[in-house]
T-cell receptor, first 116, second 113 residues
Framework: AQSVAQPEDQVNVAEGNPLTVKCTYS??????LFWYVQYPNRGLQFLLK??????LVKGSYGFEAEFNKSQTSFHLKKPSALVSDSALYFC??????????????FGQGTTLQVKP | EAGVVQSPRYKIIEKKQPVAFWCNPI?????LYWYLQNLGQGPELLIR????????DSQLPKDRFSAERLKGVDSTLKIQPAELGDSAVYLC???????????FGPGTRLTVT
């Protein structure tokens, strides 16, 4: 079955330190990969996506993500965390193939807590 | 640019009652999605529209859920009758193209008592 795993329910990091939020997927072929962020009582906001090309994708608010095909991973990273980055982060996969057009499979989410 | 608008933001109803949610997508976005988000989980797609056509409703529980997007713009999601297990956040999203990034509304938090 197609699935997305975010192995950490919560990630804690000190402000100014680098952060990584992990995501692995179980989808055959070459999927599209996305990261979204959700602040309390707000909808999900798009951060970045990978379709093809350079394995390092840069997105909004200084975030980037690294695609690793052999490890089927798409980890979200930021060199220097801010307290305002504290939120719920979702990884999502769009499986390949025309039958999966528009279909996003989301992970269960990882809460990022950045402490001053 | 206005984002995706949803109303109401919160709704509390008794079980067996009907309920409806409304969504206004971003102007020019042809694709509209309804998602269900349970507490502590990621969103799950209920239905996807391309213009006024429902092109993927395979995850919509059709015995009690229905949706429409009559003029290819606003959309309504209805539950009749509601059950306790329907308590969740219902998210609407839109995108310009089908595989473009999706823009989400703030959601409607439904509580069924």
């Amino acid at each position: 079955a197609q699935s997305v795993a975010q192995p950490e329910d919560q990630v804690n990091v000190a402000e100014g330190n680098p952060l990584t939020v992990k995501c692995t997927y179980s989808v055959s072929g070459n999927p599209y990969l996305f990261w979204y962020v959700q602040y309390p009582n707000r909808g999900l906001q798009f951060l970045l996506k990978y379709i093809t090309g350079d394995n390092l994708v840069k997105g909004s608010y200084g975030f980037e993500a690294e695609f690793n095909k052999s490890q089927t991973s798409f980890h979200l990273k930021k060199p220097s965390a801010l307290v305002s980055d504290s939120a719920l982060y979702f990884c999502a996969v769009r499986p390949p193939g025309s039958s999966n057009t528009g279909k996003l499979i989301f992970g269960q989410g990882t809460t990022l807590q950045v402490k001053p | 640019e206005a984002g995706v608008v949803q109303s109401p933001r919160y709704k509390i109803i008794e079980k067996k009652q009907p309920v409806a949610f409304w969504c206004n997508p971003i102007s020019g976005h042809n694709t509209l999605y309804w998602y269900l988000q349970n507490l502590g989980q990621g969103p799950e797609l209920l239905i996807r529209y391309e213009n006024e056509e429902a092109v993927d409703d395979s995850q919509l529980p059709k015995d009690r859920f229905s949706a429409e997007r009559l003029k290819g713009v606003d959309s309504t999601l209805k539950i009749q009758p509601a059950e306790l297990g329907d308590s969740a956040v219902y998210l609407c999203a839109s995108s310009f193209g089908t595989d473009d990034e999706q823009y989400f509304g703030p959601g409607t938090r439904l509580t069924v008592t």
